[in-house]
């Protein structure tokens, strides 16, 4: 059986059907977001790279923000025919990859990403099902739309599957 | 009107490149210097590039690389970050320390070296704004990551991506007989200091 390799890039959301996989690469203090819905094989994942859209004026691409992204890509899987009661969510990223004590208020970006998705989660009431966060290291994220694995690679730790 | 990233053109494309060419001949010599021997350079290349589009650039999301990250403060701030390909990282222990790096992900004192190098290569660019701009600049210590490329550049990329969709790019060769090492700088001033310094450098004539 062939799967077809979907790239979600950064700031970008993509949708999938079975035997679909959706994949994104070096994650760091950027969160992967999945959603799927198992009984009908229909998952999403969206690359945010920023907390809130509300927060700054330079805006308009929505699956760049937490909050925007997660409302889109929501939308987009309803419409493919994904029940929002059966969805569940995998998260994955939000990294610091640098050390440095001043400003942190950007350099802990990964950490507010991670809660900005969790809120917004919570908001919609979609359970976590699995979570890879935080740390120093870059990860890269791939789905399965067949069984809902998520797989997590990271550089010289392996491979891990939630 | 504030200053934009889009205004980015023309002049103040060409005040940047010198700097960054006087910067890069700076950190050739002080490459030299710590390491006893010849330096070359080739003249270094700037580009004004799409945030979400520099990790294409850099040859991939999942290729590893050195980013030794550094913050400036003061009259100016904003951070900058070198990346070195594995590579030219290679290349750069090689010379310091006579032997290639055993391990992938380097001992100790082989990151401390980077983290050094990353200092000087760094303050010699803060230098050269410094002195051609008569702005007060100090740096903060450099932070280094191994990892890839996507996760390293995602921090710029965030940086930045609250404010602008573009990104600067300096790109220098340097090279020391057979070994070459490529140094990638993203230079990111927050936009309040762009002004601040094409200002003192006497080019910004809006106002």
Known sequence: MNNNVIKVGMAEYKTGKENDVLITLGLGSCVGIVLYDKFRKIGGMAHIMLPSSKEIKNNSN???FADTALEELLKELIKMGASKS???AKIAGGAQMFNISIKSNTLNIGKRNVIAV?????EYRIAIKGED???NHGRTIEFNCNNGELSIKTIGKGKKII | MGFQ?????GIYIDVLKEIGNIGAGNAATSLSKMINTKVDMEVPSIEILDTERIVEILGGEEL???GVY???FKDIN?????ILDKESSDNLLKILFGKKPENEFYNDMEISALQEIGNILSSSYINSISAFSNLKINISVPSVSIDMAGSILSVPAIEYGQISDKIILIENKLKEGNNEIVGKFFLMPDIDSYRVLFKSLGVLIDE
């Open chain 1, 62 to 64: 929505k699956a760049k």
């Open chain 1, 86 to 88: 059966s969805l569940i």
């Open chain 1, 118 to 122: 969790k809120e917004k989660l919570s």
């Open chain 1, 133 to 135: 966060v935080l740390g």
């Open chain 2, 5 to 9: 990233i889009n205004d980015l053109k």
């Open chain 2, 64 to 66: 590893i690389v050195v």
């Open chain 2, 70 to 72: 550094i913050s400036f």
């Open chain 2, 78 to 82: 904003g951070t900058m970050l070198l």
